[in-house]
C-alpha cells in the first residue's frame, strides 16, 4: 500500500471568482466607470429603483447590465427609455459571478465615463457572496417584505455599502417596525447609508442619485 | 445548484496541488466552511462525487469542519456565538458586531497518496 501524505493548500475557494472580479474593477476604473452591484429579493423593485436612480443623475451616463434567470423584459424597458442595456440569462443559476460580468462588460462596451448598474438575480443570499468587479454593493430592500429582513439575511446586509428602503409609501398600510429594522441593519452595518424611496411615486431617489453621482465623480478624481 | 459550480472549483484546486506533488490520487480533501459562507457542506458532498468521477479526486473522501459564526461585542470586545434574531452580548449586553469568523471557505489542505 502507497504512504499518504499531506499538502498544506489554505486556498479560498473563491480565488479564480475574486481574481478575475478585480481585473474587471481595474478596468472600469481606468475608463472612469463606477459600477453598482444592485441585489434585492425578487420583486423589491430592482429595476423600478435603477430606473428612478437614472432619472435622476444629473452629470453622469448610466449603463446596465440586467440579470435574470430567463427573459428580458427588464431589458426591454430600459433600452425603450434610451439606456444602453445589455441582458444576462443565467439559466437557472442564483447570482452573478465575476466570469460572467467580464463577458457582459464586452459586449456592453462601455464606451464614456460614467455609472454601471449590475442588477443582480432577485435572491437576498447568494449574489452577497460573490464580488462580480463592482465598486459598491446596493441592497434594496422593502417595507413590504418585513422588518426581519436584516436579522435572516445578514449578510447581504452587512455587505451592503448603502441600503434603499422602497416601497416606503405603503408604511402606514402594513406593519412594519422601522425601529426593529434599523436596529438590525445598524448592528451588521453601522456605516451604510438608509434611504427611504419610493420607486412607485419617486420619493427619495434625488437624494440617492445625488450620493452615487458624488461616488462615481470621486473615482475619476482619485484617477485623473 | 448553488453548489455545483462552486465544487468544480474545488475539484479543479485539489487536482492542481496533487499533480504539483505528482501524487497518484487525492484520498482525502480538508474544506473549512464556515455557516456564513451561504454553502452547504451535505450538498457539496453530493456534487462531489459526481463531479470527481474520471479525475485525480475521484474516490476522496470530502471532510468539511464547520465554523459557527462569532460577533464581536462593540463594548467590551469579547467574541461570543451568534444566535439568531440577536446581536446582544451575553457578558455585558452590548451590541455584537460581525466578524470574519463564521465565512471562512477554503481547502486546509489535501491527502494523497
Given at each position: 500500500m502507497s504512504e499518504t501524505k499531506k499538502i498544506e493548500v489554505m486556498e479560498n475557494i473563491h480565488g479564480e471568482n475574486e481574481r478575475i472580479a478585480l481585473e474587471t474593477n481595474q478596468r472600469l476604473t481606468e475608463a472612469g466607470i463606477f459600477c453598482v452591484n444592485v441585489m434585492g429579493a425578487p420583486g423589491a423593485g430592482k429595476t423600478s429603483s435603477i430606473i428612478q436612480i437614472i432619472k435622476n443623475l444629473k452629470h453622469v451616463t448610466p449603463f446596465v447590465i440586467e440579470g435574470d434567470i430567463e427573459s428580458d423584459l427588464d431589458t426591454q424597458t430600459l433600452t425603450r427609455l434610451g439606456i444602453k442595456t445589455f441582458q444576462i440569462n443565467t439559466g437557472g443559476a442564483c447570482h452573478l459571478d465575476a466570469p460572467l460580468i467580464r463577458d457582459a462588460v464586452n459586449m456592453l462596451a462601455?464606451?464614456?465615463k460614467g455609472i454601471l448598474f449590475i442588477e443582480n438575480i432577485g435572491n437576498l443570499v447568494c449574489p452577497a457572496e460573490f464580488v462580480i468587479g463592482e465598486h459598491m454593493k446596493l441592497l434594496i430592500s422593502t417595507v413590504t417584505e418585513g422588518s426581519d429582513k436584516p436579522y435572516k439575511y445578514p449578510l447581504a446586509f452587512e455587505k451592503a455599502d448603502g441600503v434603499i428602503l422602497n416601497k416606503s409609501d405603503l408604511m402606514p398600510y402594513i406593519d412594519f417596525d422601522l425601529d426593529f429594522f434599523t436596529k438590525g441593519f445598524r448592528a451588521l452595518n453601522p456605516q451604510a447609508p438608509l434611504f427611504k424611496v419610493s420607486a412607485k411615486t419617486g420619493d427619495g431617489f434625488s437624494q440617492v442619485a445625488q450620493w452615487l453621482e458624488e461616488k462615481a465623480m470621486g473615482l475619476n478624481e482619485a484617477k485623473d | 445548484m448553488h453548489e455545483y459550480p462552486i465544487t468544480s472549483q474545488i475539484v479543479k484546486i485539489a487536482g492542481e496541488y496533487a499533480q504539483k506533488a505528482q501524487a497518484a490520487r487525492v484520498v482525502k480533501i480538508n474544506l473549512v466552511v464556515g455557516d456564513y459562507s451561504g454553502f452547504i457542506g451535505d450538498s457539496i458532498s453530493m456534487y462531489f462525487d459526481i463531479l470527481s468521477e474520471?479525475?485525480?479526486?475521484?474516490?476522496a473522501e470530502l471532510s468539511i469542519r464547520k465554523v459557527h459564526p462569532m460577533l464581536r461585542c462593540r463594548s467590551c470586545g469579547d467574541l461570543f456565538k451568534k444566535v439568531p434574531f440577536s446581536f446582544e452580548c451575553p457578558k455585558c449586553g452590548g451590541e455584537g458586531g460581525p466578524t470574519e469568523i463564521g465565512k471562512e471557505f477554503y481547502i486546509e489542505s489535501i491527502e494523497v497518496e
Open positions: 462601455p464606451n464614456k | 474520471g479525475t485525480i479526486c475521484e474516490g
